[in-house]
């Protein structure tokens, strides 16, 4: 017997969507597109594949809710539902395309829904011999099951991973009627979620006896003067036409004129290249990964030749090719990513798509006679020739790798994660995993397969070469294969400038700032540590005095206890309503201890958090970042994680260190110049972001007020509040201040009354003034956005491009988030472009100029360097000759210079 699945794809799409959103957030791709429904619609229904392996499926759709032929009857029906959010709306089209990958139809009929058309082909399926399963939870299909061949396939029944499949007797358990009986069942109760009216006052119960007693509606009320009770037999006669009414408006129709019937099913048959690209576009990546896997398991990697070299005389031969070839991509194996600890295990070499060599240098079954040495030694003026090109994936990794070994890499021509970082910088991961997903829908061996992962881990030492081989030489071609298609996408997307000036060029710069590295001072933290840890405890007595108990203050938990039942200080501050986390915890964050303001709880814990975080992100922590061959902190700059532009750090992200705290400076003490007669020297632009913003708009009040040297924050407010400069306050410099700066964020007037203390109205006043008084700002903002609504697009000064795919969506949290985003990147992008070049043209001005001054740190807007004393004033001058001419802007570039023994010292 054929077994057909005909799946209500409305009803999935709905409580996939709530089962996510309704957890908080909900999934969405790197740029905002929604995907919960989608995700969890393409689980289920591969459960249901994978479980009944269907011989027929087809899943249909709700036309239009104002188009729907039971509007027509009855315009109040679904009025009360909510509108569909748009979150989900947005998905329906994937979902549709999934389907249609999957080789399955699509029911949908305008002016009916779901339940109709399913309800017409599950019919006619019986009749054509099938075994008829409906895939839904929706109580109205009970209405179908007969005792021969179409049951309810529930695979979201509630408290149970199973699916759950109903028949007649299921129908009588629940309802107490039998299938026959559930559209009459419907009328009577009536349905509060699609506003089926029924009869007031009668629920299931009352119906079900009812009908047990009378069979039918129409029985019931050739007999309603039966009824005894005369308050129900009222409610009955009175509402008689809305009785008979809601039994139209239940029933499944079961007679449509269907575009396809029983002969149009099949199973699904997977269009793999589509399903792909549909699950890399949605960012998928478990199921894409398991589509590729399989795909790859049935080819088997064929037409390969990757080779794994096991004599001095292979190394030598393959030198001699590399050479030849004169550009080839190269990569290194090693037993840890940190830089401080490594050791280079292997490299890779491809010059040639589908060819690989493996160089192993450690491995538990090197060849006989190995030696390591003697095969560096071939390959290392290779390596260190500039004239030949190097290609690599994260080039600067492999760059420090191969410096562990008194190797320093030559002739970088070609970084695909930085190539792929310029043409896209909106995704998520720019690793060689991906890219060779996205360009090859090729799935590489993942390292996890190599080394393991929790207790078994090994490390690439512990592994044969023959299997590292396979995955390096892998690692090798598809970084070598991957650079044609990065070279097309970055002309057709012309970032040429910003990746080969820009990006490329730095690479180096960071290399050596990362190998330098900052000297830290141990004791300053040590002693920084135990001033923290006094100040903790005080804070921490104070707490538990308080509260009048001691408890875990770390613990959201007990803190809300404390603070909301124990000494209920909302009830004391006037707070009229708490709010609590998805598992039913009082909120504690920052912004709720901050209400506490009055209550002198509140401030207590607002600086035991700072502490602790402070003391354990840094002032504890940075200590063990010391190498101890060095005495310094090596850092390591992130160039292809922030969509504007910017560089960004790790281990320890010294981004992140308060500058605005006292405890903050007092961190930035412990950071010092290596040696007594050097000094640190801290170079920080002033003001770029709105002098950035006075070239782009040319708005002539903001471009006179920099050329003259001007406060232009006292400038502004003179301007808006049409006071003379002399007589601007303290607080109307404020307020402009907030306003120069805030607009470059989307900033409107509510933030801008949140921030300065001012009315929403008085908020409202200001911005108007300000665009009148800087009319060009105005202008570039509108012509900003239009540009970005016209190319899904905004460009810096230099090229570099921040797509916006959300600029035009139809979800406001969505579009306003983009909106932001579009006037901000320009400037924020376009500051991030003139820091870098700027690094570039100092980290060679300094060589040409034989000066020992090296850049050390690059945060915010801020270089920091290190040079001998007696070199201090070349030094400065070419720092600020390097910076204010990184770029020809219609106002000067400024950069503020300071220096001392100490980053805190070189800030005063």
Same mark, same amino acid.
């Given at each position: 017997?054929? &077994?057909?699945?005909?799946?209500?794809?409305?009803?999935?799409?709905?409580?996939?969507?709530?089962?996510?959103? #309704?957890? #908080? #957030?909900?999934?969405?791709?790197?740029?905002?597109?929604?995907?919960?429904?989608?995700?969890?619609?393409?689980?289920?229904?591969?459960?249901?594949?994978?479980?009944?392996?269907?011989?027929?499926?087809?899943?249909?759709?709700?036309?239009?809710?104002?188009?729907?032929?039971?509007?027509?009857?009855?315009?109040?029906?679904?009025?009360?539902?909510?509108?569909?959010?748009?979150?989900?709306?947005?998905?329906?089209?994937?979902?549709?395309?999934?389907?249609?990958?999957?080789?399955?139809?699509? =029911? /949908?009929?305008?002016?009916?829904?779901?339940? *109709?058309?399913?309800?017409?082909?599950?019919?006619?399926?019986?009749?054509?011999?099938?075994?008829?399963?409906?895939?839904?939870?929706?109580?109205?299909?009970?209405?179908?099951?007969?005792?021969?061949?179409?049951?309810?396939?529930?695979?979201?029944?509630?408290?149970?991973?199973?699916?759950?499949?109903?028949?007649?007797?299921?129908?009588?358990?629940?309802?107490?009627?039998?299938?026959?009986?559930?559209?009459?069942?419907?009328?009577?109760?009536?349905?509060?979620?699609?506003?089926?009216?029924?009869?007031?006052?009668?629920?299931?119960?009352?119906?079900?006896?009812?009908?047990?007693?009378?069979?039918?509606?129409?029985?019931?009320?050739?007999?309603?003067?039966?009824?005894?009770?005369?308050?129900?037999?009222?409610?009955?006669?009175?509402?008689?036409?809305?009785?008979?009414?809601?039994?139209?408006?239940?029933?499944?129709?079961?007679?449509?004129?269907?575009? =396809?019937?029983?002969?149009?099913?099949?199973?699904?048959?997977?269009?793999?290249?589509?399903?792909?690209?549909?699950?890399? &576009?949605?960012?998928?990546?478990?199921?894409?990964?398991?589509?590729?896997?399989?795909?790859?398991?049935?080819?088997?990697?064929?037409?390969?030749?990757?080779?794994?070299?096991?004599?001095?005389?292979?190394?030598?031969?393959?030198?001699?090719?590399?050479?030849?070839?004169?550009?080839?991509?190269?990569?290194?194996?090693?037993?840890?990513?940190?830089?401080?600890?490594?050791?280079?295990?292997?490299?890779?070499?491809?010059?040639?798509?589908?060819?690989?060599?493996?160089?192993?240098?450690? $491995?538990?079954?090197?060849?006989?006679?190995?030696?390591?040495?003697?095969?560096?030694?071939?390959?290392?003026?290779?390596?260190?020739?500039?004239?030949?090109?190097?290609?690599?994936?994260?080039?600067?990794?492999?760059?420090?790798?191969?410096?562990?070994?008194?190797?320093?890499?030559?002739?970088?021509?070609?970084?695909?994660?930085?190539?792929?970082?310029?043409?896209?910088?909106?995704?998520?991961?720019?690793?060689?995993?991906?890219?060779?997903?996205?360009?090859?829908?090729?799935?590489?061996?993942?390292?996890?397969?190599?080394?393991?992962?929790?207790?078994?881990?090994?490390?690439?030492?512990?592994?044969?070469?023959?299997?590292?081989?396979?995955?390096?030489?892998?690692?090798?071609?598809?970084?070598?294969?991957?650079?044609?298609?990065?070279?097309?996408?970055?002309?057709?997307?012309?970032?040429?400038?910003?990746?080969?000036?820009?990006?490329?060029?730095?690479?180096?710069?960071?290399?050596?700032?990362?190998? &330098?590295?900052?000297?830290?001072?141990?004791?300053?933290?040590?002693?920084?540590?135990?001033?923290?840890?006094? &100040?903790?405890?005080?804070?921490?007595?104070?707490?538990?005095?308080?509260?009048?108990?001691?408890?875990?203050?770390?613990?959201?938990?007990?803190? #809300?206890?404390?603070?909301?039942?124990?000494?209920?200080?909302?009830?004391?501050?006037?707070?009229?309503? =708490?709010?609590?986390?998805?598992?039913?915890?009082?909120?504690?964050?920052?912004?709720?201890?901050?209400?506490?303001?009055?209550?002198?709880?509140?401030?207590?814990?607002?600086?035991?958090?700072?502490?602790?975080?402070?003391?354990?992100?840094?002032?504890?922590?940075?200590?063990?970042?010391?190498?101890?061959?060095?005495?310094?902190?090596?850092?390591?700059?992130?160039?292809?994680?922030?969509?504007?532009?910017?560089?960004?750090?790790?281990?320890?992200?010294?981004?992140?260190?308060?500058?605005?705290?006292?405890?903050?400076?007092?961190?930035?003490?412990?950071?010092?110049?290596?040696?007594?007669?050097?000094?640190?020297?801290?170079?920080?632009?002033?003001?770029?972001?709105?002098?950035?913003?006075?070239?782009?708009?040319?708005?002539?009040?903001?471009?006179?007020?920099?050329?003259?040297?001007?406060?232009?924050?006292?400038?502004?407010?003179?301007?808006?509040? *049409?006071?003379?400069?002399?007589?601007?306050?303290?607080?109307?410099?404020?307020?402009?201040?907030?306003?120069?700066?805030?607009?470059?964020?989307?900033?409107?007037?509510?933030?801008?009354?949140?921030?300065?203390?001012?009315?929403?109205?008085?908020?409202?006043?200001?911005?108007?003034?300000?665009?009148?008084?800087?009319?060009?700002?105005?202008?570039?903002?509108?012509?900003?956005?239009?540009?970005?609504?016209?190319?899904?697009?905004?460009?810096?000064?230099?090229?570099?491009?921040?797509?916006?795919? /959300?600029?035009?969506?139809?979800?406001?949290?969505?579009?306003? $988030?983009?909106?932001?985003?579009?006037?901000?990147?320009?400037?924020?992008?376009?500051?991030?472009?003139?820091?870098?070049?700027?690094?570039?043209?100092?980290?060679?001005?300094?060589?040409?100029?034989?000066?020992?001054?090296?850049?050390?740190?690059?945060?915010?807007?801020?270089?920091?360097?290190?040079?001998?004393?007696?070199?201090?004033?070349?030094?400065?001058?070419?720092?600020?000759?390097?910076?204010?001419?990184?770029?020809?802007?219609?106002?000067?570039?400024?950069?503020?210079?300071?220096?001392?023994?100490?980053?805190?010292?070189?800030?005063?």
């Amino acid at each position: 017997m054929t &077994r057909t699945f005909l799946v209500d794809g409305t009803a999935l799409a709905y409580r996939a969507h709530f089962a996510f959103t #309704g957890r #908080g #957030g909900g999934l969405t791709t790197s740029t905002g597109h929604p995907t919960s429904a989608t995700f969890g619609f393409i689980m289920t229904m591969r459960a249901l594949f994978d479980r009944e392996k269907p011989q027929k499926v087809a899943i249909a759709f709700d036309g239009p809710r104002e188009a729907l032929e039971r509007t027509k009857i009855y315009p109040e029906y679904k009025a009360t539902r909510d509108k569909a959010p748009e979150e989900l709306v947005m998905q329906f089209e994937d979902m549709r395309e999934v389907v249609h990958a999957w080789g399955l139809p699509i =029911l /949908e009929l305008a002016g009916q829904e779901a339940d *109709d058309v399913i309800g017409t082909l599950a019919v006619e399926c019986r009749d054509r011999g099938d075994e008829v399963f409906l895939v839904t939870g929706d109580k109205d299909f009970m209405q179908l099951i007969d005792d021969s061949r179409i049951r309810l396939y529930d695979l979201m029944s509630k408290g149970s991973s199973e699916p759950k499949i109903l028949g007649p007797e299921d129908v009588v358990k629940k309802f107490g009627v039998g299938p026959e009986q559930m559209v009459d069942l419907l009328a009577l109760m009536g349905d509060s979620s699609d506003n089926v009216p029924g009869v007031p006052g009668v629920g299931a119960k009352t119906a079900a006896r009812l009908l047990k007693q009378y069979g039918t509606l129409e029985n019931l009320y050739e007999h309603l003067d039966e009824i005894t009770k005369p308050k129900l037999r009222a409610n009955l006669e009175e509402n008689r036409d809305k009785a008979f009414l809601s039994k139209q408006l239940v029933t499944i129709r079961t007679n449509l004129a269907l575009p =396809l019937g029983p002969d149009d099913l099949g199973p699904p048959q997977f269009d793999s290249a589509a399903l792909l690209k549909l699950y890399r &576009r949605l960012e998928f990546r478990a199921l894409a990964d398991g589509l590729l896997k399989a795909q790859q398991e049935k080819e088997q990697r064929k037409d390969r030749d990757y080779r794994v070299i096991q004599s001095l005389e292979e190394v030598e031969e393959l030198a001699a090719r590399l050479r030849e070839a004169g550009c080839f991509a190269f990569d290194t194996e090693t037993t840890s990513l940190d830089q401080g600890e490594l050791e280079v295990v292997g490299m890779s070499f491809s010059f040639h798509a589908n060819q690989g060599f493996y160089v192993p240098l450690i $491995a538990p079954d090197l060849p006989p006679g190995h030696d390591k040495d003697k095969w560096l030694a071939v390959l290392k003026p290779l390596l260190e020739d500039p004239g030949l090109g190097k290609i690599g994936q994260n080039l600067k990794y492999d760059i420090e790798a191969m410096q562990s070994l008194g190797v320093e890499v030559r002739g970088l021509v070609f970084d695909t994660m930085l190539a792929s970082y310029c043409v896209a910088p909106g995704i998520r991961r720019h690793n060689l995993d991906e890219l060779s997903l996205r360009y090859f829908n090729y799935r590489k061996i993942p390292t996890k397969e190599l080394i393991g992962t929790g207790k078994k881990k090994l490390t690439m030492d512990q592994i044969s070469q023959v299997i590292v081989g396979e995955y390096a030489c892998e690692d090798a071609d598809f970084t070598y294969r991957l650079k044609k298609p990065l070279e097309e996408e970055i002309e057709e997307y012309d970032v040429r400038e910003v990746f080969y000036d820009i990006e490329l060029p730095l690479v180096q710069v960071l290399v050596d700032m990362e190998t &330098r590295g900052i000297k830290v001072d141990r004791e300053t933290l040590k002693k920084l540590s135990e001033e923290m840890d006094a &100040r903790i405890q005080e804070l921490t007595a104070r707490i538990y005095e308080l509260a009048g108990e001691e408890f875990n203050i770390q613990s959201p938990a007990q803190l #809300g206890k404390i603070l909301f039942e124990k000494l209920q200080v909302q009830h004391e501050l006037g707070l009229k309503k =708490l709010s609590k986390t998805k598992t039913g915890q009082y909120r504690t964050d920052a912004s709720v201890l901050e209400s506490l303001g009055a209550h002198p709880m509140g401030a207590l814990l607002l600086e035991y958090r700072k502490l602790t975080k402070l003391k354990g992100t840094y002032v504890d922590a940075l200590p063990k970042l010391i190498r101890p061959e060095t005495g310094r902190i090596h850092t390591s700059f992130n160039q292809a994680v922030a969509s504007t532009g910017r560089l960004s750090s790790d281990n320890p992200n010294l981004q992140n260190i308060p500058i605005r705290t006292e405890e903050g400076r007092k961190i930035r003490g412990a950071f010092v110049a290596g040696a007594p007669d050097w000094v640190l020297i801290s170079s920080d632009y002033s003001q770029i972001e709105l002098r950035i913003l006075a070239h782009l708009s040319r708005d002539e009040n903001l471009i006179e007020g920099f050329q003259k040297g001007e406060d232009v924050h006292r400038r502004t407010a003179a301007l808006v509040f *049409d006071v003379m400069p002399a007589l601007v306050t303290s607080d109307m410099r404020s307020h402009a201040k907030v306003i120069n700066y805030g607009l470059v964020y989307g900033m409107g007037a509510k933030r801008l009354a949140n921030e300065t203390g001012m009315s929403v109205a008085q908020a409202k006043k200001f911005i108007e003034a300000y665009f009148k008084k800087m009319p060009r700002v105005k202008d570039w903002l509108d012509a900003t956005l239009e540009h970005a609504r016209e190319d899904g697009e905004v460009r810096t000064l230099f090229g570099r491009r921040r797509p916006i795919p /959300e600029i035009n969506s139809q979800v406001p949290r969505l579009r306003v $988030a983009a909106e932001n985003v579009a006037v901000n990147s320009p400037i924020q992008g376009t500051a991030a472009d003139i820091i870098k070049i700027a690094m570039i043209r100092l980290h060679k001005a300094l060589r040409e100029h034989k000066l020992q001054g090296r850049q050390l740190l690059q945060v915010h807007d801020e270089l920091v360097l290190e040079c001998p004393k007696s070199e201090l004033d070349p030094t400065i001058a070419l720092v600020r000759d390097c910076m204010e001419n990184a770029a020809q802007l219609e106002v000067p570039l400024t950069v503020d210079i300071g220096t001392g023994h100490s980053w805190l010292q070189a800030h005063q």
